[in-house]
């Protein structure tokens, strides 16, 4: 039992599918929930009326997160996948905004770029013979300084830093994918763990990705999307 579980876990062709399942899973969960709240006016009305509501949501995912992050050893694989399904649909209701204010043709398009883009890095991070790891200091760094250049900004809500930091966003979640594919690649590769332990990091591998779209998608959409009238 113990030799076929560490053969399976050791296929990171296997487990690669797994990860962009269930990240596919979480992007359909997130598209769903933000058409379904962007398409009913009496929803996204109630909703975006009030500043506090959507705080607690926005706090919500950070504690989802958190919770995934800190507690995967002690959740089990139904745990975690609920969590991760939960925290989709969150960033579902805070991404509806982004349909009602930019164009339908710009939102497809920031997507299709997007997906092009992130399919270009997950495939070099996967096949690449580099070695990423030393980019992950850098990357964490560059990071909190995105994180805390846009915490500034909303006191400033300046339209030029905003511009710049949608700029350093892409580079920065753009290389985070290839860094992070080939982490999860190398830890399938080395793994020996059980049937519900490798599922559990899967989905953990899914969140990580899945974190690295969704903020692509949102700079992009920033940098060239068109607003409605």
Not at 4 to 32: C, H, N
Not at 125 to 149: E, R
């Amino acid at each position: 039992m113990w030799n076929q579980d560490y053969v399976m876990s050791s296929s990171p062709r296997e487990f690669m599918y797994k990860v962009y399942g269930w990240m596919g899973a979480g992007l359909a969960i997130t598209a769903g929930i933000s058409y379904w709240i962007a398409s009913t006016p009496a929803l996204y009305m109630q909703l975006f009326k009030s500043p506090g509501l959507m705080m607690g949501i926005i706090l919500a995912q950070l504690g989802t997160v958190l919770l995934i992050s800190f507690m995967r050893d002690k959740l089990s694989y139904a745990g975690i996948v609920t969590a991760f399904a939960f925290y989709a649909g969150l960033v579902g209701i805070t991404l509806s905004s982004l349909l009602i204010v930019y164009t339908a043709e710009s939102v497809a398009t920031a997507f299709i770029i997007t997906a092009g883009m992130f399919t270009a890095m997950a495939l070099y991070g996967y096949f690449t013979k580099s070695d990423l790891s030393s980019m992950g200091n850098m990357l964490m760094m560059g990071l909190f300084g995105l994180i805390l250049a846009m915490l500034v900004n909303m006191w400033f809500q300046s339209s030029a830093i905003q511009y710049y930091i949608s700029l350093a966003a892409v580079g920065i979640f753009t290389l985070l994918t290839a860094y992070d594919v080939q982490n999860i690649k190398r830890l399938a590769e080395s793994m020996m763990v059980d049937a519900e332990t490798r599922n559990k990091i899967a989905v953990m591998g899914a969140l990580s990705l899945y974190m690295n779209f969704i903020n692509l998608f949102i700079h992009i959409l920033q940098l060239f999307g068109k607003r409605r009238n």
